[in-house]
């Protein structure tokens, strides 16, 4: 170009840039060497360009789709890491963004072996909660490769949640726990501590081998299947755990508090207005100061004895609203508080009843149902009955639980009773209910025999419960009604020798008539079958709708006589019906006490719960109580991911062994008409070596 031109090099490389960048710039060339040259030159710089073009477009088209596959690398430190993907990801998100609250937010990274948009389409379809200023931050992974768990920034997390993955084998899924944690250790040193959930409680200890002090476990179904039991026998216990648990409402705190240092355990009961008082963390003393370590070594001392002196190193765990909503009182303060209530601190003379025989109904499957059944015989009377009905074949039942270390004859307090068959239809539920009319409590369980679908497990579990109940209430009705026929006329003699009675109404005096229409709650209205051979009022007649009362307050009954109607006050109802259970009590016939015996409580059905939207129908279906399991875990986990000495203290507050949770009659703590104040409660609680944590007021629900 230069010898074309007869310019420099330098100026002739210039001219040939600017014709290869911009093609105009050949326009005032003359000599056809020139713009042939040019014209090359051109095409040369379309397809140099054309190239750089792609390349660029190339490289950022597979930033981008890294991006959305969530292969890229997390700059974070001091966040929550959660591997896998389960039906408890969404309430464990949900409790650690609670957490996270008082903290202004945080970070969440899950990493799952899913597609990220999927990941995150999920979260945001069924997150119905305020994140309350949490990130939410998905990636694509296996948490069993060492890569990808380094990609998360493993090593730099506060703690990690290991979840189980839904529909595997459970020791498939424990196997694949323990190459996760063999993965996390091959890091090196990491920050904080992994929580493992376990599926079933005998591979536990060999996670812990692996895994070390770093590694705490929770084992979901074991820890379920317990609180169900609990629950079975405490009625309004879920409610309790659940608001308990987790991190909304009241929960507990550990916290040092160094002005209490050398009180006793005794004092320290009475040294919060806003916090009760659990139990003390006692730290250990490591040689080397490490904090860690300290935190390794230290246990959990739930109720101690009143004496126990607070070391300088010990923390107080507390239940309370938030950890800034309370503050110590001044010792002398709480010297006081102690010894006034001390002065009111006696135990009233009332006893609880004894143990008796009770019949039980599981209703469904589970896998560890023969720890279920061990756990249960060890909290029931004697000669007591457990019915087993599902549709698992009884032959098969009986193997299983074999194989599991479970032999009937073993079992001290329980005799099991199986029933076969579908528990969504009713012929087969009135078949079972024939068989035994009356229980005092039922288990509704998640059928792992059936659909593992938890909406199709929850709608099961629903149906099942309606149909128990519409049935038992029925069957209830019936026993009334042909109990109060019995004794009408067995007393039918002595009504016509005497002369009859007048019941007042709102209007006056009016003659006895038969009671139509009934308008009552249910309970009232199958009662007033129980008045209906009283002297004051005539036996029911067919027209009597007893069993079809809605259930609501009862206020007034209407009555007729003839053609005419009138409004009978319900506390004179009240009044006989008082009147007429004293009458029996007394009775020695065998017909009054079989109508007695008649007067059966209602059943107590506890339902297992997967999904936290259906708690709504369940409310609706007027359910007992219910355990939304895999709400219950996920706060189990997220307060243990918090905290790790957490586990030592649910695991023995949650359990059979050393101190647990119990709903008591309130007469052991005070008499009927008796005004106390809580420090009152709490001083008659120590008495009982017992911590009294709250109360619940009559007629009000938890």
Known sequence: MSILTEKGFLSSLWIVWTWVSDPGTHADTESSIERTLAFLLTILGMLIFGLMIGIVAEAVSEKVDNLKKGSSRVVEVNHTLI????????????????????????????????????????????????????CVICRSGSPIIANDLEKVAAQSARSIIALTEDDVDPDVADTMAVRIVLSLKSLGEIAGHAVIEMSDIDNRELVHLVGGKKVETVVAHDLIGRLMIQCARQPGLALVLNDLLGFQGSEFYIKAWPELTGMTFGEICYAFEDAIVVGIIRKGAPEDDDEEESIDLATSIINPSDDLVLLPTDEILVIAEDDDTYQPLAKKRIRRLKKNAELNSFLPNWKEAPAIAENLLFVGWRRDIEDMICELDENVGENSTLTLFASVPIDKRKEIMRENGLEEDMLKNLKLVHVQGNPVLRRDLERLCEYSPMFDSALILSDASGEPNMTTSDSQSLATILLLRDIQDTMWAQRMLR??????????????????????????????????????????????????SDNSIDSLDGNSNVSQCPDFELNTITCSEGKKQFTMEAALVRKLLREKLASMKKAKSANDLINQSSLQKNCTMIAEILDSRTKALVMSAKISDYVLSNELVAKVIATVSECRIMNDVLSETLSAAGNETYIRESRLYADIGEVLTFWDIIARGRLRKEIVFGYRLNGKNW
């Open 83 to 134: 591997l896998g993907w389960s039906d408890k990801i969404i309430p464990t998100i949900h409790e650690i963004c609670l957490a996270n609250e008082s903290e202004g937010g945080g970070t969440i990274v899950v990493m799952a072996e899913r597609d990220k948009q999927e990941m995150e389409e999920q979260i945001n379809e069924r997150a119905h909660f305020d994140f309350l200023g949490t």
């Open 483 to 532: 109990s109060s026929r019995g004794m009408s006329k067995q007393n039918s003699s002595e009504e016509l020798s005497k002369p009859k009675k007048r019941v007042l109404n709102q209007g006056g005096l009016s003659e006895p008539s038969n009671l139509r229409n009934i308008v009552a709650t249910r309970r009232e209205a199958l009662a007033l079958a129980m008045i209906a």
